[in-house]
């Protein structure tokens, strides 16, 4: 047993290197043709003729349509795990988890479908209230293409799809922690007066809040890599400007998009250079998660 528990260990491990030097190998040529910097062109992504790409509009998009889902996914995912763990009656706690739980099991193109025919639609709306009564705040400005407006297909409705879909990661793991906080420690603080409400403030949330924060960090993580959803409500490249309203591409999307190009390494290493860059940008927030899970063990 402990063999084939190192083998496996180390099989993952191999992989995951494996997949990063089949990464950089077909990077670094299309690298070194590429006529702009990678990390500061804000250019149009052209393979066509001379190479010229760039990565900050893609980074910038992906990050923040993540951490849209994250602001709005955590504290729902906080008072879900603490209503099922200590306040829900078990007949009520069990029904809640699973369908929770069940959001994981839903295919993202599903909800990317529901996202641009049902959630975008119903943002139009919300959009032009924000953008007449907020549009002096940067994130609710006038966009550049108002064609996003018309549609809902904003990086807020990504984000807020995105946050039903990391939900069920972030709750699952936030309940299992909470669930095995010591007996003792509820038990003290209860033997001291302490209320219901107390007792999660002083005993439970300071036990779990490492947890809760490495399955948000997970959750992260399954955001930074999501396709098709994001392609379905986001799929044109957008300005760098804080603005929910507007459109944009994120790594997982412009390769997506542009599959038909994959016809000859230098197109094909152009787009997985940005591949390369999403590796590596999940593998350091996984990576983050870990180290928080194993600080607090």
């Keep these: 047993m402990r063999t084939l528990s190192t083998g496996s260990g180390l099989l993952v491990s191999v992989v995951i290197g494996l997949i990063a030097i089949f990464l950089l190998i077909q990077a670094v040529p299309a690298l070194a043709q590429n006529t702009e910097n990678f990390f500061t062109y804000q250019g149009a992504w052209s393979t066509s003729g001379d190479l010229k790409f760039g990565i900050p509009r893609q980074f910038y998009a992906t990050v923040l349509v993540s951490v ?19 306040y829900a009656p078990k007949r009520l706690a069990g029904p809640i988890a699973y369908t929770v739980d069940l959001l994981a099991a839903i295919p993202s193109i599903v909800y990317g479908l529901w996202g641009i025919l049902v959630l975008g639609p119903a943002m139009v709306g919300i959009n032009g209230w924000l953008v007449d009564n907020l549009g002096w705040l940067p994130f609710f400005a006038a966009p550049e293409n108002a064609a996003n407006m018309s549609t809902g297909g904003t990086m807020l409705t990504a984000g807020i799809v995105l946050a039903v879909m990391i939900l069920p990661v972030i709750t699952a793991v936030t309940r299992e922690v909470f669930s095995q906080t010591p007996h003792g420690h509820r038990e003290a603080a209860l033997a001291l007066g302490a209320s ?3 007792v999660v403030r002083y005993a439970v949330l300071p036990f779990g809040f490492s947890g809760y924060i490495s399955g948000s960090m997970l959750g992260l993580g399954r955001a930074l890599g999501e396709t098709m959803a994001l392609m379905l409500i986001i799929s044109t490249a957008g300005p760098i400007n804080f603005n929910l309203m507007e459109s944009g591409e994120t790594f997982a999307t412009i390769i997506a998009n542009n599959a038909a190009e994959f016809d000859n390494p230098l197109k094909t290493g152009a ?11 999940t593998f350091i927030v996984n990576a983050a998660a870990r180290a928080v899970i194993s600080r607090k063990a």
Excluded at 70 to 84: C, E, N, S, T, Y
């Design 271 to 281: 787009y997985i250079s940005a591949g390369l860059v999403l590796f590596a940008l």
């Design 68 to 86: 849209i889902a994250l602001i709005i996914a955590m504290p729902v995912a906080l008072g879900i795990a603490l209503f099922v763990t200590e």
């Design 196 to 198: 219901q409400w107390e």
